[in-house]
């Protein structure tokens, strides 16, 4: 999932996005800057231009994305 400007977890840490119970999902990687961190810890803070690896529900996570999309 890239994460651009506006997208709602930027500035929290992947706890506080909620992403295990809003996406049934468990965050594996985040690319940051050409850099990729497996298994990040819950503490970790999201940034704009993050590409977030999510395994988890995969209608839940492409609606998402889409509605992120539209926004």
């Known amino acids: 999932i890239p994460l651009s400007e506006n ?24 690319e940051r800057g050409g850099a990729r961190h497996l298994n990040p810890p819950a503490d970790w803070v999201l940034k704009s231009g993050d590409l977030v690896w999510v395994v988890g529900n995969t209608r839940l996570i492409q609606d998402w994305v889409k509605n992120q999309s539209l926004q």
């Open 7 to 30: 997208a709602p977890w930027i500035s929290k840490t992947i706890r506080e996005c909620g992403i295990r119970e809003s996406l049934q999902g468990l965050v594996v990687g985040v």
